[in-house]
């Protein structure tokens, strides 16, 4: 009897039939739980690929701005090398155009002729305080000494009488 049951076992086995009614529930939910896995894998698949594209386009829009900035940097320092030239051109054909001015270089004549002038002032007046500083050190030399000479001569005659 026991290997009949069996027999019947292995045969409805092997017809696909359930052994037990609950195992091919439990195996149902399996299955069922594996799909529900596998849809949630493929939607995270989906998103990291739209993701990837996502990080490779901004990726090739920094590099095209970064060249972009890149070239404008030149260009811009190109135009302030060439607007320096231009500057420094105009500077100098200022400076030369007053200097060969006759008016401009009367004028500059005479200015210089004055900061002379002044300079040879500045050093006579250094010379004088000089000279004034020394005589004032040797008048109040001169002034202790007499108040010494009071002082001990006060004492003298306060000593005699």
Known sequence: MHSLEEARRKR???????????????????????KEQETIIQGYQQENEKLYRQVKALQAQSKA?????????????TELATCREQVSRNIGQQVVGNVLEPDHSQALSVLLAQVKAAQKNEVRLMEEIRRLKQEKQALEV????????????????????
């Open 12 to 34: 409805r086995w092997s017809l696909g039939e359930s052994l037990d009614p609950i195992t091919e529930e439990k195996l149902q939910l399996i299955e069922k739980e594996v």
């Open 65 to 77: 701005s970064e060249e972009a900035m890149f070239k404008e940097n030149q260009r811009l320092q």
């Open 142 to 161: 001169d002034l202790e000494v007499m108040k010494k000479e009071r002082d001990l001569a006060k004492a003298q005659a306060n000593h005699t009488s």
